[in-house]
Structure formats: structure tokens, C-alpha cells
């Protein structure tokens, strides 16, 4: 089963606008992480945030954990076309595995 | 050197061929994976090798046999495909296996289509 569940599974939006995505998962964790895939190539690791931790920052990244809630929320500020990419989670628990996530498109 | 390299990028084969896919990674990690990827979905885990032993396999047909003849290298031979193997067969590795593993850093993948 599903790990990570991100949600929405799709999400336009123009140059400049905030994208939010949102992940869910079921156990206990030690660190979730964001990863990034354009189509058709490898994933690149986007941010790590350790289960104490609330908030973490990286360049124009914004990742927050709720581990009450069991999930996490990724926002990307001052979007640009070149994020046009899917969006993915993934937790250390449950073996890495990735949920099935976001699908974010930027119009210029 | 943070890379991960995967050989070939492209693959064409008959469902009788036999082939390997490639994975080196020279930064002493010792916990390489393989996933499989079809369109529009996220990546599956196939194997998992940690110190060269192979500590996951997530009920993968026997016509997939992983091999970690290195710390540095991952080999997927492929015997006997199916139409329906057909993916982006992506390869990555991280510093350890375990609890409170660390980032994985992936390969381009090669993209395998099986006739």
C-alpha cells in the first residue's frame, strides 16, 4: 500500500502563483522527503524534514510536517514554467516508498 | 561526484532476449535500489541491496534477477519480458538502509520497452 498520498493529483497554475501540494501518511516516521521529476527522468531529492522538526525552509521551497496530523505540505513561491514537474513524497517508514503524486503545471 | 549513472538510457527487446541494465554510483553509498515507473504513476520498489546483499524484494518475477557484483554497481538482467514490463526502470542510491535513511539520489533511468 501507499505510503505518501499527495494530494491534489493535479494542479495548474500561472508563472508567479504559489503551488501548495499536500502529502498524507499512516505510520510513524523518522523524516519525510520531497522529491522532484520532470518527465521522463530521474527523480532529484528536493528537501528532507526530520519528524522533530515543524518547518523548513530551501530557497523558494517551503516544506511544514504535522506528525499529529501525519501530513506534510510543500510550497513552492514565485512559481516558474521550469517547475512544471511532478511532485512526490516519500517517508522513511514503509521502505521509501512514493506516493502517487502531484502533477504541477506552470503557465507562462 | 553526487551522480548516478544508468546504462543503457534506451532499450528495445523481443520478449525472448536476454539484457542487462547498469547502475554505478562513486559515493560510497551502501544501499542501492531498483524501481520500476510506468506513465503517470510514481516509482514501484523492486529490490533494495544494502552492503551488497539484497535486503528487499518486493515479489518481483523471476524473469528480473538483481545483481551487486560491488559496492558501486547494480546490474537488473532481464530474461523473458512481458509487453506489460515496459517502464522507466530507475536506479538510485543513499548513504544507508534502515530507519532514518537518508535522501536517495537517483539515475536518469532507462526507458525499456519490450516487444
Known amino acids: 500500500s501507499q505510503q505518501g498520498e499527495e494530494d491534489p493529483q493535479a494542479l495548474s497554475i500561472q508563472e508567479g502563483e504559489n503551488a501548495t501540494m499536500n502529502c498524507s501518511y499512516k505510520t510513524s516516521i523518522n523524516n519525510l522527503q520531497w522529491y522532484r521529476q520532470n518527465s521522463g527522468r530521474g527523480l532529484v531529492h528536493l528537501i528532507l524534514?526530520?519528524?522533530?522538526?515543524r518547518e523548513k525552509h530551501s530557497g523558494r521551497l517551503r516544506v511544514t510536517l504535522d506528525t499529529s496530523k501525519k501530513s506534510s505540505s510543500l510550497l513552492i513561491t514565485a512559481s516558474r514554467a521550469a517547475d512544471t514537474a511532478s511532485y512526490f513524497c516519500?517517508?522513511?517508514?514503509?521502505?521509501?516508498?512514493f506516493g502517487a503524486g502531484t502533477r504541477l503545471t506552470v503557465k507562462p | 561526484d553526487t551522480e548516478v549513472t544508468q546504462t543503457p538510457k534506451h532499450l528495445v527487446m523481443g520478449m525472448t532476449n536476454k539484457k542487462s541494465l547498469k547502475c554505478e554510483q562513486h559515493m560510497g553509498h551502501r544501499a542501492m535500489y531498483w524501481y520500476k515507473q510506468k506513465a503517470k504513476k510514481p516509482p514501484e520498489l523492486m529490490f533494495v541491496y544494502s552492503y551488497e546483499k539484497l535486503s528487499i524484494n518486493e515479489s518481483v518475477p523471476s524473469r528480473f534477477s538483481p545483481e551487486c557484483p560491488n559496492s558501486s554497481l547494480l546490474n537488473l538482467h532481464l530474461h523473458a519480458l512481458q509487453p506489460e514490463d515496459s517502464a522507466l526502470y530507475l536506479c538510485?542510491?543513499?548513504?544507508?538502509w534502515g530507519a532514518g535513511q537518508e535522501t536517495q539520489y537517483f539515475g536518469p533511468g532507462t526507458r525499456l520497452l519490450v516487444l
Open positions: 516519500a517517508t522513511d517508514a514503509d521502505d521509501m516508498r
Open positions: 538510485a542510491s543513499s548513504p544507508k
Open positions: 524534514i526530520r519528524s522533530n522538526e
